[in-house]
């Protein structure tokens, strides 16, 4: 979606609208931090720079900042990954956002645009530069040129490219929830992971069980962001499984309902699949 951005008064309204669309959100997830106009959300596609970190075929890292873990070189992510500046990470509520890239000012360019998924921070030296910077995977970097050119374009140095935000699309794979070790009947943790369409999150809520046979479930509670796709809540009474949540995702503010995903019995490290994704 475009929106004329001419002058600060339609600056102003559209914040406005924003504003206004949160009071009607499941969540108080409005973040002016979030709102960059200079986005290619906005606008299409817009310059950054790259450079690569690994091993020229790797995956980069084994998840970094937002925690995915060491999964990020097998599908749906396959190494097609980036670790990016603060701009574009935004102390984590980036996670997960996909993004199509491509150069043309290299003779190793190709030109052709590849997906990529943010899954680390870049947070200073080369990645603070410039305005938006890509610290690729050596795959990704090497998937923007031309056939049997890869090596050739990774010794490029800081290369300039082009980059657009882009829906997620993980066919067939629905949104996972990770809890993190050091969850208990009274804290709970989530590693939230392969959100199609916006990719990120803009806010969590969860609901509990039903306290006993005759009494209904609770309303839903707005848990915390805690680092990179990670969303806590301490409770404070025992928790009650099983565990719904609700996802409102970070550009469109999408809402997604993944109703008794994590069952009576759950252990802390499992991960539990839900039947939904945005897109179904």
């Known amino acids: 979606m475009a929106f004329p951005l001419h002058g600060s008064s339609s600056v102003l309204s559209f914040i406005v609208l924003l504003a206004l669309s949160s009071l009607l959100s499941p969540c108080n997830c409005f973040n002016p931090k979030r709102l960059n106009f200079s986005s290619s959300a906005l606008e299409g596609w817009s310059p950054a720079g790259a450079t690569w970190y690994g091993s020229a075929h790797g995956a980069g890292s084994d998840g970094g900042a937002c925690g995915y873990g060491n999964g990020v070189d097998r599908a749906p992510f396959s190494s097609m990954i980036a670790a990016g500046s603060p701009s574009i990470f935004k102390s984590g509520e980036g996670c997960g956002a996909c993004y199509q890239i491509r150069c043309t000012k290299n003779a190793a360019c190709s030109g052709n645009p590849v997906t990529i998924v943010l899954t680390d921070e870049c ?41 657009t935000r882009v829906e997620c699309n ?61 969303w806590r809540l301490n409770s404070g009474p025992k928790l009650r499984p099983p565990f719904s949540f609700r996802l409102t995702s970070g550009l469109s503010r999408k809402v997604l309902v993944a109703n008794n995903v994590i069952p009576v019995g759950w252990q802390p490290g499992a991960t539990y699949r839900s039947l939904v994704n945005y897109g179904d």
């Open 170 to 230: 993980y066919a067939g794979i629905d949104v996972a929830f990770h809890v993190d070790v050091g969850s208990n009947p009274y804290y709970i943790a989530v590693l939230i992971e392969y959100e199609g369409g916006d990719g990120d999150l803009a806010c969590v809520d969860i609901k509990e069980g039903a306290s006993s046979s005759s009494t209904p479930s609770s309303s839903w509670i707005p848990m915390t962001q805690s680092w990179g796709a990670e």
């Open 123 to 163: 947070p200073g030296g080369i990645c603070l530069a410039e305005p938006v910077h890509f610290d690729l995977s050596g795959t990704a970097f090497g998937a923007m040129a031309k056939p049997g050119q890869s090596d050739q374009l990774r010794n490029a140095g800081v290369l300039q490219i082009q980059y």
